[in-house]
């Protein structure tokens, strides 16, 4: 979970001013609004906060206990000596007043009559513990309302659970994974007036004053597509192919060929491969300045990869090997990423997805994934990709 | 201190009062993100009116230039104005119009400012206030003048994540992703519309809301003005609560695709009326 030393001074600021009210719950929002900036890392947060806080419970339940019985009454007024008095007692003296006072009253049914005392537990007294009293070093053990829904509780659910991001790609975050690639469009200029083209029109028009607006120039980025669709890639390549021809509006050349398993001579532009393009005229033919986003699994057998006539189809005839066309793809375009739907833990299982691995910079086809690897070719270092 | 309890009008979360309350004793603003219809913007409007505070709304759209919230510099009026040399232009103060921020940072009393889908715009725009949020100022070069907020105002901005907010902007702001509302708030929130609602009737339309939206492949979810919609299309029609177990009566005003709406009609055994509810609104009578 990325957390900056921004952030964490912030927490401490906050926690200063005594936002959290010494409240556990209010201490997770607190925190959570402050170091957590994405719904995606909020399931983490939780695990880390468990983590840290889920062996506290039992403490909170015997609490809950007191604190049934805890409530508010006057405020407490001591005189300045008093209070000099509590403040030189020290934290170990406190935590062994507290525990002996838990053992004493550990049968009392009522601690609501211990009110303004200065030993017992409980409100507007000056003993170590208890709420709304007086004493800079005790135990404050919660006020106010609604202290039965603890944090630890809430963190256990783990609400954001869906929301964490090394899912794959469902509906919902495909709609936030398009504004990632929104990231490769470079801003459109402003508009702006041409001053000699004014200057000009005015005179024209016997110095009536004539403005000429510079048009809008609008740059787009440049996004090729190559989506594996067959096979295993079935129920992948339908939501890539929703996803991209969603980010077609937004990209202003955007072109996308299809495969199955392995590019070879022949570049599909339609699902079924009914219609080719010679995938050589177009290597020699494209722009290179074209960033390129390969999605497949990259799982086959390796002889698709290596043999002439290795192609998945029977009867397709590829007189080079498909590892070929691949590291020619790759050396045309230096902006070249490879997206696969398996998961990473995968990968290294799989002989075809290793060797795919050497020639191209693989992310994982998640948020995460997408989000790294958009990063990845917009600064360009796809360029500097060596085998792994 | 201001201390935002929630107003009679608006159901808060208790976690969305805790980070509208840490906005705004640290002086921070808030982002808030969360699927349409859940409140974002309406939130500003009851801070303003619980705290009783001035509201300035900036809304955000896709050509809104970051300058544009601190000040314009109006240079074409200022040229027009000059041809007849009947006014003296040479003070260039009535010519700087303050934007939304700027207004926010001058006014005498602390204010909240609503910074509506920021992410509509640029994505360099949220870098491009990162300075002048942090420190709640800015200068005029023209004329020389600074604009710093006497009284850090309390800045909600919402975000429907169309695009990614910029880390640093993050780094500087709280975050609060808002949770769309379970069975029981949705019920708070429907009371605060609708105070006079059967029990039965608001019972039956939650169960059958919550259980389409169960259904992942709809293309767009209602959302809770949907349903303030659909319950309101209800009461007009005077539409009996066992009806609503049975069939769904104007389905329309909660799904506004047609794809979205056969879903949900494949899934219940009785023909739905989604697009034409003259034939229901007979059979109702």
């Known amino acids: 979970m990325p957390v900056t030393l921004h952030e964490w001074m912030t927490l401490h600021s906050a926690l200063a001013l005594n936002l959290s009210g010494c409240s556990l719950t209010h201490f997770y929002h607190i925190a959570r609004s402050i170091l957590v900036k994405s719904e995606i890392y909020f399931d983490r947060y939780d695990m880390a906060f468990l983590d840290t806080f889920s062996g506290i419970e039992t403490t909170d339940e015997l609490l809950d206990r007191v604190l049934a019985c805890l409530r508010q009454t006057r405020d407490l007024k001591l005189t300045d000596e008093e209070k000099k008095e509590l403040a030189e007692l020290d934290l170990d003296q406190v935590l062994k007043n507290f525990e002996r006072q838990l053992l004493e009253q550990r049968h009392d049914k009522d601690y609501s009559s211990d009110n303004g005392g200065n030993r017992a537990i409980g409100t507007s007294g000056t003993s170590t513990q208890g709420a709304w009293g007086y004493n800079p070093a005790g135990i404050r053990i919660g006020q106010g309302i609604s202290r039965n829904r603890r944090a630890v509780q809430v963190a256990e659910r783990r609400a954001f659970k869906n929301y964490a991001s090394d899912r794959t790609l469902d509906t919902r975050q495909m709609k936030v994974a398009l504004s990632h690639l929104r990231s490769l469009l470079p801003a459109g200029q402003a508009e702006k007036l041409d001053v000699a083209a004014t200057i000009d029109a005015t005179c024209k028009n016997a110095g009536e004053l004539e403005l000429v607006w510079e048009d809008k120039v609008k740059k787009g980025s440049k996004v090729i597509l190559f989506m594996d669709v067959g096979g295993s890639m079935t129920p992948h390549s339908r939501m890539v192919d929703q996803l991209f021809s969603a980010a077609a509006a937004q990209i202003s050349r955007f072109r996308h060929f299809y495969f199955h398993n392995c590019i070879y001579q022949d570049l599909r532009t339609d699902m079924d491969g009914s219609s080719t393009i010679p995938t050589l005229d177009f290597l020699k033919a494209v722009d290179t300045d074209y960033k390129v986003i390969v999605v497949g699994d990259a799982e086959m057998a390796p002889s698709e990869l290596t043999w002439v006539n290795g192609a998945v189809d029977y009867w397709y005839h590829n007189d080079k090997p498909g590892i070929v066309w691949l590291q020619r793809l790759r050396a045309t375009f230096p902006d070249i990423i490879w997206l696969n739907p398996l998961r990473r833990a995968r990968w290294d299982a799989v002989k075809s997805v290793r060797m795919v691995r050497e020639i191209f910079p693989m992310f994982e086809l998640t948020l995460e994934g997408l989000d790294d690897g958009i990063k990845y070719l917009i600064q360009g270092k796809a360029r500097l990709h060596r085998a792994v | ?285």
């Not at chain 2, 910029?166 to 808002?178: E, S, W």
């Open chain 2, 1 to 285: 201190m201001d201390y935002f309890k929630g107003t009679e009008d608006y159901v808060i979360s208790p976690e969305l009062r805790d980070s509208v309350n840490v906005s705004i004793a640290l002086g921070r603003p808030l982002v808030v993100k969360g699927e349409p219809g859940t409140g974002k913007t309406l939130l500003a409007r009851a801070i303003a009116t619980g705290l009783q505070k001035q509201l300035f709304v900036w809304n955000i759209k896709s050509t809104t230039k970051a300058q544009e919230g601190l000040y314009m510099y109006d240079t074409v009026k200022r040229l027009n104005d000059a041809r007849f040399g009947d006014r003296d232009i040479s003070d260039i103060k009535p010519y700087i119009k303050l934007g939304k921020l700027g207004e926010a940072f001058a006014a005498t009393e602390q204010v909240v400012l609503i910074i509506d889908e920021i992410d509509k715009a640029e994505l360099e725009f949220p870098n491009d206030l990162l300075n002048e949020l942090d420190e709640m100022s800015f200068h005029i070069p023209e004329t020389g003048e600074t604009i710093k907020a006497k009284h850090r105002p309390i800045v909600i901005i919402t975000s429907n994540s169309e695009k990614e907010l910029p880390d640093p902007f993050l780094r500087r702001c709280i975050f609060h992703y808002i949770e769309f509302p379970g069975e029981q708030l949705m019920a708070d929130i429907i009371g605060v519309h609708f105070p006079n609602l059967e029990t039965k009737l608001l019972r039956e339309a939650l169960k059958k809301f919550y259980w389409i939206r169960r259904f992942d492949m709809l293309r767009k979810k209602p959302s809770t003005s949907e349903l303030i919609d659909w319950l309101q299309a209800l009461i007009i029609a005077g539409i009996p609560a066992s009806l609503i177990e049975k069939e769904l009566p104007f389905v329309g005003t909660l799904l506004k695709k047609k794809e979205d709406a056969d879903l949900v009609a494949s899934k219940t055994d009785r023909p739905h009326y989604a697009y034409s509810t003259s034939t229901k609104s007979r059979r109702v009578s």
